[in-house]
């Protein structure tokens, strides 16, 4: 991910000091049951751009966390509360992160990619199955 260009033109942006911390988000649907199609779930997954591949794609290296479940309901953005409503200050903003070495840094979370299969795309975009999500 640090190779494209994308990165490097985000990063040029940030104050002198500032790092990006691309976020992946990902979805897989997964049956609750085994003896029944209809009950399913839409887990969501949280990972970073700026861990090596290698290391990303290994469930023993905990490098990506499950964050929550996509809902099922329809919701508009007007019956979300303000802390329910995605936010864009953290990644416009950046925020302070302690390191590993104590040293305060500050990051830019800014979600850089979404990985999930064709069926999960249509759902999450509100699309008809058959047309692009895009």
Known sequence: ????????????????????????????????????????????????GNIPRAIRRKPSQHACIFIGYLSINKATG???????????????????????DGAIRRVHPILACYVAAYSEQCFVTCTKYGICPK
């Open 1 to 48: 991910m640090w190779t494209g260009k994308w990165w490097h033109a985000i990063q040029a942006r940030l104050l002198s000091g500032a790092a990006l911390a691309p976020v992946i988000i990902a979805t897989d649907k997964t049956q609750l049951m085994q003896l029944s199609n209809s009950k399913s779930a839409y887990p969501v997954y949280l990972t970073l």
């Open 78 to 100: 007007s019956q979300l509360t303000e802390k329910e409503k995605p936010s864009r200050r953290a990644g416009i903003e950046g925020i302070n992160v302690t390191g590993g």
